[in-house]
């Protein structure tokens, strides 16, 4: 599975992003995608994932600005973040979990968030 993503780039503070990732390959039994992020000098964490079904998850630092979305015809998935703060700044990588638990990276696409 490749993953490709796409959308990073300069913002100010207060403004929006939409960051989008298309899976291709064998794509068949892909149940979760997202993206997670990571900061300078920081791990890399949950940003926000969704199953094939629908079902989404968070991290709370995000919630209420950020919207993941899934669009299993097309194997993309998008991340609409909105109010962007300075401390959103990091690179964003792109996520792929298997129902068997493989999980796949996609390259980052650098958010940076001016203030």
């Known amino acids: 599975v490749q993953l490709q993503a796409y959308g990073g780039g300069l913002v100010q503070t207060g403004g929006s992003l939409r960051l989008s990732c298309a899976a291709s390959?064998?794509?068949?039994?892909?149940?979760?995608m997202g993206w997670y992020c990571q900061a300078p000098g920081k791990q890399r964490e949950l940003v926000a994932t969704?199953?094939?079904?629908?079902?989404?998850n968070y991290a709370d630092s995000v919630k209420g600005r950020f919207t993941i979305s899934r669009d299993n015809a097309k194997n993309t998935v998008y991340l609409q973040m909105n109010g962007l703060k300075a401390d959103d700044t990091a690179v964003y990588y792109c996520?792929?979990?298997?129902?068997?638990?493989?999980?796949?990276w996609g390259h980052g696409t650098l958010v940076t968030v001016s203030s």
């Open positions: 390959g064998i794509i068949f039994g892909l149940n979760a």
């Open positions: 969704i199953t094939s079904g629908g079902s989404t």
């Open positions: 996520y792929a979990r298997r129902i068997s638990g493989l999980e796949y």
